[in-house]
């Protein structure tokens, strides 16, 4: 009897254990939730930090590297490339076109590289076909017919590799005979000049027409040896503030060793003197 007894006191004080223990596993349970979920938090909060620091750290960098109009990287060999000298920004901020001859349009083409070509004021409503604002053309050619000048895109100033080619697209010209077949628009006049480094060359440029596209899209090559690679500008603020240094330095050298002298010469008269 007092084994049974003993028997039943052991398996009720084995279930209530059993029971007892239920609460501790969901209360441990519910803890390691609650700090899973804090850890996620503090560790999202510091991914978002890290990635403010590092977003930040992308805008200064990109503040450091602004180019200059009609400059550009190489994205492989990172070599510095400087158009500006075939624009107005290498001639005293004066025009310079330059003439290419189609031979198989019939057209003679003016261009501007990052720049306008006209060198003197034309009126838009009158001179300008479609009354493009004159100002910002960057290429274009005079209409055989109605004597107008048409053109073939406006100048921009931010030239772009496509693959391993430098091009420099210009958009927005005249209107084309053609339509947008989504839109139903008019479609403008655009032009892509193409660059190829040419280091033997004597001359500045010679810009060469290949082709038009219906009589919308036009495509010219520039040879150049400012299409080379080089290495960036220095910066020659810096050069001429070590050369101040420099300057000075020698005449505290100088002025330093006269009072030495004099103060020498000084002394050994007042030797002589004393004598």
């Keep these: 009897m007092t084994s049974i007894s003993q028997m039943a006191f052991t398996s009720n004080s084995q279930d209530s254990d059993s029971f007892s223990s239920h609460p501790k596993q969901e209360t441990v349970v519910l803890e390691d939730s609650q700090k899973s979920k804090q850890v996620f938090e503090e560790a999202k909060k510091t991914v978002v930090l890290e990635d403010s620091q590092k977003s930040k750290q992308v805008l200064e960098e990109a503040k450091e590297t602004v180019l200059d109009p009609c400059t550009v990287f190489h994205p492989i060999s990172k070599g510095f490339i400087d158009l500006s000298g075939l624009s107005s920004f290498g001639n005293e901020n004066k025009p310079m076109p330059w003439n290419s001859r189609g031979y198989d349009s019939g057209k ?11 060198k003197k004021h034309h009126d838009n409503l009158n001179e300008i076909q479609d009354n493009v604002n004159a100002t910002n053309i960057g290429a274009f050619y005079v209409d055989p017919v109605t004597n107008k000048y048409v053109s073939i ?15 420099l697209t210009y958009e927005n010209g005249s209107y084309c005979d053609a339509q947008d077949s989504k839109t139903g628009n008019r479609l403008r006049k655009a032009t892509i000049l193409t660059f190829t480094c040419d280091r033997e060359m004597s001359a500045r440029a010679v810009i060469s027409y290949i082709g038009n596209f219906n009589d919308c899209s036009y ?3 520039v040879k150049s040896h400012h299409a080379c690679p080089t290495a960036a500008k220095a910066n020659n603020l810096a050069a001429v503030w070590i050369f101040l240094l420099i300057f000075c330095a020698a005449l505290l050298v100088y002025l330093s060793g006269g009072l030495l002298y004099r103060q020498m010469k000084l002394n050994k008269t007042t030797r002589i003197g004393k004598v």
Excluded: D, Q, V
């Design 108 to 118: 003679n083409y003016t261009i501007g590289i990052c720049s306008n070509p006209f």
């Design 153 to 167: 895109g406006e100048f921009s100033t931010e030239p772009k590799f496509r693959g391993r080619k430098l091009t």
């Design 219 to 221: 495509f010219f090559e």
